[in-house]
């Protein structure tokens, strides 16, 4: 069984060296949707009796761990230190650091992984995000079975 819960924030970020518009300092709505995998619960006295997991309980891993992390920051490539100084030295606004330049692929595969690392003890597992930039484009990570 599969269920997904779907969150949004809002942040910033630019592709230092690209050619088009998107050089630029600019901001997104970002949609995520993040599916889970597990058997459903099946114990008469279990508050959970029927579910993979609590919506709430998986909305709060996700805040916790995404969401508040996430929104109303500028995403950072770290070797974009001209923005990192600029962040840090003048604006003085939340920001959040990533290893590879912040495009959508580079992002949702950063959130996979902050992700898996949170949930891996958990009963259910993580099957598939999608990382929504605009309401047309999306860059998702899966597990294959």
Known sequence: MIISKTFKWHCAHRLLG????C???HGHTYKL?????GDTKHHDKDPDNGMIVDYGDLK???ENVIVDKYDHATIIWEKDTDLFKAIIEVMKTKFLLISETTTAENIVID???KLLEEIKDESFVLSKIELWETETSCAMVEVRR
């Open 18 to 21: 690209h050619k088009g518009l």
């Open 23 to 25: 050089s630029n300092l």
């Open 60 to 62: 709060k891993i996700v």
């Open 111 to 113: 959130i996979w992984f």
């Open 33 to 37: 949707v993040v599916y889970v995998e």
